[in-house]
């Protein structure tokens, strides 16, 4: 393992590293609150109706949710030896989380999901309110309507955001940005069609975890940092846990709890969703393909016939070796050893994560 | 009439004027197609299903549309005496287009309209074509997520394009684009409650419209160009013409021909619009509420009952006004009278379209 720091300095360096690191999550928590209520306060002084689209993104935010991305800035920023006390990585942070929300309120509407951090969805909520007040037109296209207008406010709101942060951050964000809409688009085709193609699969989870979660998030921070040459080793290193955070997403949806989630169970084999997970199941077991498409099969017909494939003890072997990668790749970068132990700490807590 | 040059100079200099701004127009659409085509090369190199996203985008970008918003900041810059040599004005007026085009992807879903420049809506070629291949899942779900996402790849490049103009832009263009999704959205809203509102119809139009297709692009040309200073006469002129705008879309969407608009006639009703039109006539005649609201009735009835009311006549006598009122907004305003009298000309133009 080449992370791991042992000696003493190390212990009480780390301790100081994190509190940094979470003092500086706190301060995005309170850029984002202070942004968003300041928006608030803007629209309500135009008209007492505009405030219901900042409103409802408002709540999302406010429901919490895992701050992962901003966490990889963050920690990408303080490992290029940036100055905590700058504002501008507060900044990209609160960006990145809010571009979170945006992605968030539109997949949703994509997967037709009911639930998200506990709560129903945008587009979920502003159906069913739609349909109670028995308004013109359909609840669906209402809902559905609404979760799109707010998705795009806070898309453009994330770019307000990031626009405080340096401009050499332009290229990582750009790229980031493109990269997610493009992701989701092959994402959804590919569950579309659902034909067993594992390449592609592993091509989907880069672009949407390996690079939007992990890697570009910390490159962002680099950047912000001004240490553009960190920019392999933390491609490589986002690359490996950013897998490994895909497929714990894939065994969270097949086997976790929805009570814990946050967000329905399931939902892949419901979206024909061509996860890795699912993908290498199928080239095994081919009746699980028709386990899913064709009606009249539950869920825990599917988990089982999953379990004695032996992908997801496989899947288990492979996120360990994902993690192992992620810390080979930074061990002989030139950072401080206290954020070479912290990411890696961070890359197993994400690859371990229970929610 | 306060902005008609008569004199023999002005008529020389108004076509160089022109010439100018057309250069610069066609320079935009150079910029644009070249900005597509680079993204669907970097693209294709990376996933040969990639591209796709991106394709549709360009399809509804090269099928025309009337380039209001970047022929009002182009004329904006120009009016404010800026360089054009510089490729800034070019860069923010792409951007406004492109911003345009996820405007339009976004609210033909809201609107589940079928046609848009002639052309099927990215939704509905994409359920189409789900349908036709006979794909996994809900192909309306499908078409629909794929113009969500081509939208928001859009909004991005937007962005993309917008940084390459100067920083003094930002602010008219953050507004510009928060204003435009909370119009949107209380646009949505009105037309689910379908109460009469004048006040609020009104508020929804200058969002829409005045400040959105008129007003703001000048003002982001103006500022483009460090003329901060027009901004109050610019906005006075944009939202009289901007509504004018508005209410000729509202007749044109009532009576217009859709052979000419390249999108369906009677949309507003079928989707309970509370346009400003719709609303004063009801204030004057409530059955056409019923007309629109039950089933069973043809557009054509609403049309007849619409005339009956006298207000699509007093409509265009405050078209008339509002244009009068928009030239004289710019009358005194320390710009060449050139470009105060091809402003004046452009108002008439927005107020007096066919299409």
Same mark, same amino acid.
């Given at each position: 393992m080449a992370c791991i720091e042992t000696d003493g300095t190390g212990r009480e360096s780390a301790a100081t590293a994190r509190r940094t690191r979470d003092d500086l999550l706190e301060r995005m928590e309170e850029h984002l609150r202070a942004f968003l209520s300041a928006e608030h306060e803007l629209w309500a002084r135009v008209n007492d109706r505009a405030v219901g689209a900042v409103d409802a993104l408002s709540e999302l935010v406010a429901a919490g949710g895992k701050r992962i991305r901003p966490a990889f800035c963050i920690a990408g920023y303080l490992a290029a030896d940036g100055d905590p006390a700058d504002p501008a990585v507060v900044a990209a942070a609160a960006a990145l989380e809010m571009? *979170?929300?945006?992605?968030?309120?539109?997949?949703? !509407?994509?997967?037709?999901?009911?639930?998200?951090?506990?709560?129903?969805?945008? *587009?979920?909520?502003?159906?069913?309110?739609?349909?109670?007040?028995?308004?013109?037109?359909?609840?669906?296209?209402?809902?559905?309507?609404?979760?799109l207008l707010v998705g795009d406010l806070?898309?453009?709101?994330?770019?307000?955001?990031?626009?405080?942060?340096?401009?050499?951050?332009?290229? !990582?964000?750009?790229?980031?940005?493109?990269?997610?809409?493009?992701?989701?688009y092959m994402d959804m085709t590919a569950a579309a069609e659902f034909s067993v193609d594992p390449r592609l699969s592993r091509?989907?989870?880069?672009?949407?975890?390996?690079?939007?979660?992990?890697?570009?998030?910390?490159?962002v921070g680099a950047s912000a940092a001004g240490r553009a040459d960190l920019a392999p080793a933390f491609a490589k290193y986002g690359e490996a846990v950013g897998e490994a955070f895909q497929l714990r997403d894939d065994l969270l949806d097949a086997f976790g709890d929805s009570a814990h989630t946050g967000k329905p169970a399931g939902l892949d084999f419901q979206q024909h969703k061509m996860t890795l997970l699912l993908g290498w199941a199928m080239q095994r077991d081919e009746r699980i393909h028709s386990l899913i498409t064709e009606p009249g099969h539950t869920p825990d017909e599917v988990r089982r016939r999953l379990v004695d494939t032996g992908v997801p003890?496989?899947?288990?072997?492979?996120?360990?070796?994902?993690?192992?990668?992620?810390c080979d790749a930074i061990a002989d970068v030139p950072i401080d050893p206290v954020w070479r132990a912290e990411l890696a700490t961070m890359a197993t807590k994400v690859a371990y994560r229970t929610t």
């Amino acid at each position: 393992m080449a992370c791991i720091e042992t000696d003493g300095t190390g212990r009480e360096s780390a301790a100081t590293a994190r509190r940094t690191r979470d003092d500086l999550l706190e301060r995005m928590e309170e850029h984002l609150r202070a942004f968003l209520s300041a928006e608030h306060e803007l629209w309500a002084r135009v008209n007492d109706r505009a405030v219901g689209a900042v409103d409802a993104l408002s709540e999302l935010v406010a429901a919490g949710g895992k701050r992962i991305r901003p966490a990889f800035c963050i920690a990408g920023y303080l490992a290029a030896d940036g100055d905590p006390a700058d504002p501008a990585v507060v900044a990209a942070a609160a960006a990145l989380e809010m571009l *979170h929300a945006s992605a968030l309120i539109h997949d949703d !509407v994509i997967d037709a999901s009911s639930h998200r951090r506990g709560l129903p969805t945008v *587009h979920a909520h502003h159906s069913a309110l739609h349909a109670a007040r028995a308004w013109q037109g359909e609840s669906r296209r209402y809902g559905e309507g609404v979760a799109l207008l707010v998705g795009d406010l806070a898309l453009v709101y994330s770019e307000q955001l990031m626009s405080a942060a340096p401009a050499a951050v332009a290229a !990582v964000w750009n790229k980031l940005r493109s990269e997610l809409m493009i992701g989701q688009y092959m994402d959804m085709t590919a569950a579309a069609e659902f034909s067993v193609d594992p390449r592609l699969s592993r091509w989907i989870a880069l672009a949407k975890s390996g690079h939007y979660t992990i890697h570009r998030p910390l490159a962002v921070g680099a950047s912000a940092a001004g240490r553009a040459d960190l920019a392999p080793a933390f491609a490589k290193y986002g690359e490996a846990v950013g897998e490994a955070f895909q497929l714990r997403d894939d065994l969270l949806d097949a086997f976790g709890d929805s009570a814990h989630t946050g967000k329905p169970a399931g939902l892949d084999f419901q979206q024909h969703k061509m996860t890795l997970l699912l993908g290498w199941a199928m080239q095994r077991d081919e009746r699980i393909h028709s386990l899913i498409t064709e009606p009249g099969h539950t869920p825990d017909e599917v988990r089982r016939r999953l379990v004695d494939t032996g992908v997801p003890d496989d899947v288990e072997k492979h996120i360990a070796a994902l993690v192992e990668q992620g810390c080979d790749a930074i061990a002989d970068v030139p950072i401080d050893p206290v954020w070479r132990a912290e990411l890696a700490t961070m890359a197993t807590k994400v690859a371990y994560r229970t929610t």
